[in-house]
């Protein structure tokens, strides 16, 4: 039997049905612990934390955050100690870029231990010519040690492979959603649709676009509040509902009253069994994301059947969104390109809307939590066989 250990930042909702469905399939297959860093879940709402009763996850490591020499040597101890208490055959790692991921990278290479690195790096990020560099380089180097690879999607998976790693290693499902769950709850509720239109003061014949999420500088609120701006001066009826709260919220908030932006709805954060019925009460989800690696919105918005436009730095994107068929893959930063992706979604009939929207959430649905389970099963198996194969030719060379 295979004895693995899975290393996580939190228990969040984007790791927990995939790690329910693992467990539910391969309890009697792989002998492993999950490790979280922290005890609970820092902010992220996108499905209720009500199952981690099972023994097999350790909660609150204590990991120390800040990036210095001191929180390395203490985190590393930690990891040390979990690791020669327990001899796995293979170890999944959440990344490469903090003080939590790099003590155990560092121990499993040190150790000759094969490692599965969970990244959702992909080639589109934007960073300066110098921060660029160091990251191509340091990304070459781990995911060239790694044994195997547990990514999001396709973006991850095309990155991977420029970064040298063979495609045979490399198995999609991280940061998997609920989506059969999602799309009951938002289902349930989609009779209520024009009352909450109607509790935000949206007309029937009002075009919704949506955005739930953090209110962060990399969101890039400029070039959304523009896109949407330059798109309303041609049709009136376009609104825009922001959901979430974040450091960057009265800068928003005062920029549109500023500018004298009419046509905004500002919600505070909304949990996540409440937040459906916004998604079905929208028309079409927007982000216009200057960095953000994955975007797990992007998925929900898909799964409750909007029509997406999305910069092209969101590896989701890439996952449910065909441009033309169920949205827009925009350029950062572009106010022209993403203001005429709002204008044509919004001179479409509501047949067409649904029709895209249809088309998006067939591709959501189709990575289920078991799904994710079988693909993590699978990396766990890779990367352990190349420990027993290195094993093999220790013992014939003694």
Known sequence: M??????????????????????????????????????????????????????????NLQIEPPYNVVSYSKNYRVISNILKDHVYDVVLIPGHSDTFNLPIIHYCIMHGIPYVLSSDSISLNKNSRLRNTIK????????????????????????????????????????????????EEAEEIRPNRDAVRQSLGVEEDDFLLLYAGRFIDVSDFDTMLHSYAKARENNSKIRLLLIGDGPEKQRIERYIKEESIDGIVIHDFVPIHEIAKYYISSDAYIMTNIWGNYGLAV??????????????????????????????????????????????????????????GSVGRKLAMERTPEWAAENLYSALKAAASKKNKRSERNDTTC
Request: with cysteine; proline share 4%; net charge neutral.
């Open 299 to 356: 998925v929900q918005s898909a799964i409750c059947g909007l029509p997406i436009i999305s910069t092209n730095t969101l590896g989701s994107a890439f996952d449910v969104v065909v441009d033309a068929q169920s949205g827009f893959i925009t350029p950062i930063k572009s106010v022209d390109e993403s203001s005429k992706a709002i204008l044509k979604l919004a001179s479409l009939d509501s047949e067409t809307l649904r029709h895209m």
């Open 136 to 183: 191509l380089l340091a990304d070459r180097f781990f995911v060239g040690h790694a044994a195997s690879l547990f990514i999001p999607g396709r973006a991850s998976k095309e990155f991977c492979i420029k970064m040298g790693a063979d495609k045979q290693s490399i198995f999609e499902g991280a940061y998997c959603l609920d989506a059969k769950r999602l799309y």
């Open 2 to 59: 295979i004895k693995a250990a899975i290393f996580s930042y939190h228990p969040a909702p984007y790791r927990d049905p995939a790690f329910e469905a693992f467990h539910r399939r391969y309890r009697n297959e792989i002998e492993y612990k999950v490790y979280f860093a922290r005890s609970v879940d820092l902010g992220h709402t996108y499905q209720k934390l009500d199952s981690l009763e099972c023994n097999n996850f350790i909660l």
